[in-house]
């Protein structure tokens, strides 16, 4: 069974930087999709960023890109997302989510229906 431990949430100031840390443990398949989600108060949950595990590539919603970074250290599995340039729009539980299917495509990535594993989630809190 996967695990996801998501770690790195907290309180920064507008403006500031935050890097959010997801772990997967258990059965992960040697090329996963990583994605970010957000959910904020009142909202629903939506897409943030997507990392594949060895092809690399990254897909991001249009309201972080250029703002935030998604990368991964294969040898830990682990999944990174660096904030950068937060607002309090970023305020969110922040959860990751796997996909284990070699075959996940880019497409998909943004849809969270797909993902087959969540993390618990990680408060982050932008305010002054």
């Known amino acids: 069974q996967v695990q996801l431990v998501e770690s790195g949430g907290g309180l920064v100031q507008p403006g500031g930087s935050l890097r959010l840390s997801c772990a997967a443990s258990g059965g992960t398949s040697s090329d996963y999709t990583m994605g970010w989600f957000r959910q904020a108060p009142g909202k629903e949950r939506e897409f943030v960023a997507a990392?594949?595990?060895?092809?690399?590539?990254?897909k991001y919603a249009d309201s972080v890109k250029g703002r935030f970074t998604v990368s991964r250290d294969n040898a830990k599995n682990t999944v990174f997302l660096q904030m950068n340039s937060l607002t309090s729009e970023d305020t969110a539980v922040y959860s990751c989510a796997l996909q284990n299917s070699g075959s996940f495509g880019f497409a998909s990535a943004s849809l969270e229906g797909k993902y087959d594993y969540w993390g618990q989630g990680t408060q982050v809190t932008v305010s002054s």
């Open positions: 990392i594949k595990r060895i092809a690399g590539w990254t």
